[in-house]
């Protein structure tokens, strides 16, 4: 009997995973028709990876970092610089011209990719060396001022001749096809949810809930920071790196802290501690982000303008309702569970209860 | 470099430094006593620099300034009582992601008020006068400054040190728990250290601002972050401290803005952090703590 249910949510699982490589495949055929809804999906898929490399400290080790947007910056140079036709790069540089070493350095996307993130790595695991050995709040500060120099160094006028400078670079190739754009993604999110359930997952869950209880288990607490903040790092490149493809053109500007917020927000609303909670909050975050663009738009209703409808209103009411779910959700969507289809029937079938106002949730669960 | 440079560059980075000891002070008696990095407090700074632009448009600077910083308060009040208040028993994480929360609220509310392209800050006429000393020449708000945030930091020892709610405060930010069986009214305490941080925020963003000359949406951000490394270099909780780590602060980054690398003036401050945290992660000043299991 329990092995029929097992195989149930299984057959489940393919039949989704099969419905989304069709969805796919059709919006692959059909992509100059649906480019919008394309980029919004592809955009909220590399935020997603970003926001589980994020969670994976936050929420499973419990380091409080903000150095998001820097290590995104890195990752998102690195692969700009390395994938860059040759022949499209004398007007790239057209103002400073380019630095001999960078000439004619080119490289497949996917290899572009993995440098990315090793370089990210790298930086992590010398930053890291000082700052993981400060605690919670010290360690977001140090973590976001790290983030601001990598930012000051990539627009510095000292590396023009690499970075451009602020001109950004641009004619950055984009994804060969969907498939490649979403299979990456889902591979990045796919080896961080083996590393979390793995030994190490096991031993970053153990640091974040008592680090001198871990330590007294017998836990090198430096190494399991490291080891966590530098493989967050690595899939935090190469989720820039991603965006940078994705964007197709990129400065400085783009990351700056306000990019770590957005990240935070996603992780936040998602739930910290779980994966399908990030992944959920980041298609949510972005989608919603393009849905509520109306508010940016003068409304008229029965020929009366709306005053509070003008550009700038949409950030607003997105920073309040992350207020709203720090102050009275706390838990975000999922908690720290973790999405799976028994879930996903026992909320299906509270929702009658739900809607008569019957249902009382227990503590601790959660659909 | 002449000496006059060097001077004329030395009063620039004493002026900048008396601002951000002021904001600083206020990072360091919030987190004092509430354990937090008060995100918001740049923006609160910020903030103040706009109610300052349109309390000046339609009212004389006397009656402006008074006005900009009974409101600069409120809203520091408020944004406690709003979003600190309810999470006093959740984890310091929640709390710190609700701090970043009212950062971006204020900077999101800032860009739809009053749009993103920087505003001018209007100028109080006596505060730009300028001053001939020697060879220096500068702005009358650049020697008040210093000397203002002297009288200020002192006023603040000494209630800190002799009142009864300083008192108060000094045991809240020891033992939270036993303050409050001791029938000291938390709430009442943290509300006055928001109230006070608020108004030395207000304070710093008049000085700040008429030096600067214009106000935009993130233009508290990067102070705000700035200032708490002041903090954090002098000792946390410590108020000699974050005045001598805003000085610090303000001196480092004129240097070397005068030199040339003016690029990095703002990496400098975390540089400044990183070193602090590693050699003496306690700050100038600070107390020793040690973790009990």
Known sequence: ?367 | MSLTTFLQQCLTGISLGGAYALIAIGYTLVYGILRLINFAHGDIFMMAGYFMIFAMASLPWFIAVPLVLLVTVLLGVSIERVAYRPLRTAPRMSVMISAIGVSYLLQNLATYLFTALPKGYPEIPFLKKIFQIGGLSASFVTFLTPVLTLIIVYVLIVLINKTKIGMAMRAVSKDYDTAALMGIKINRVITFTFAVGSLLAAVGSVLYFTDRMTVFPFSGSLPGLKCFVAAVFGGIGSIPGAVIGGFILGLGETALVALGYSTFSDAFTFVLLIIILLIKPTGLFGEKTTDKV
């Not at chain 1, 009411?317 to 879930?343: A, C, H, K």
Request: hydrophobic share 50%; proline share 3%.
């Open chain 1, 1 to 367: 009997m329990k092995k029929a249910i097992v195989s149930k949510n299984k057959l489940y699982t393919l039949i989704a995973l099969l419905v989304v490589i069709g969805l796919l495949a059709f919006l692959q055929v059909n992509s100059a028709e649906y480019s919008y809804p394309i980029s919004i999906l592809e955009r909220s898929a590399i935020y997603a990876v970003v926001a589980v490399s994020m969670n994976l400290l936050t929420g499973f080790t419990g380091l409080f970092s903000l150095g998001q947007a820097g290590f995104m910056a890195i990752g998102a140079y690195t692969v700009a610089i390395l994938t860059i036709p040759v022949d499209n790069r004398p007007s790239v540089y057209y103002v400073n011209g380019i630095s001999p070493v960078i000439e004619n350095l080119h490289c497949p996307f996917w290899m572009a990719l993995i440098i990315a993130g090793l370089l990210a790595a790298a930086v992590a695991a010398l930053i890291g060396i000082p700052v993981l050995r400060l605690k919670s709040d010290y360690l977001a500060i140090a973590t976001l001022g790290f983030s601001e120099i990598i930012r000051a160094i990539l627009a510095a006028p000292q590396l023009d001749r690499i970075t451009n400078g602020s001109y950004g670079l641009k004619n950055i190739p984009g994804f060969p096809n969907l498939f490649a754009a979403f299979g990456l993604c889902a591979l990045c999110i796919g080896l961080m949810v083996l590393l979390i359930n793995s030994s190490y997952g096991r031993a970053f869950k153990a640091l974040r809930e008592d680090e001198i209880a871990a330590q007294a288990m017998g836990l090198n607490l430096f190494h399991y920071k490291e080891l966590a903040f530098v493989i967050s790092s690595f899939f935090t490149g190469v989720g820039g790196g991603l965006l940078a493809m994705f964007m197709r053109s990129i400065e400085a500007r783009t990351f700056s802290i306000s990019l770590t917020y957005d990240i935070l927000l996603i992780v936040v609303l998602g739930g910290i501690g779980s994966v399908t909670g990030s992944v959920l909050g980041a298609f949510l975050v972005t989608a919603g982000r393009e849905w509520l663009r109306f508010f940016d738009n003068p409304l008229t209703i029965g020929g009366v303008q709306i005053p509070l409808f003008r550009s700038g209103f949409r950030m607003v009411i997105f920073s309040i309702l992350l207020m709203v779910v720090v102050l009275f959700y706390r838990r975000g969507i999922m908690g720290s569970n973790e999405f799976s289809w028994d879930g996903l029937g026992r909320l299906l079938k509270s929702i009658p209860a739900r809607l008569s106002g019957k249902y009382k949730s227990k503590k601790g669960e959660n659909a």
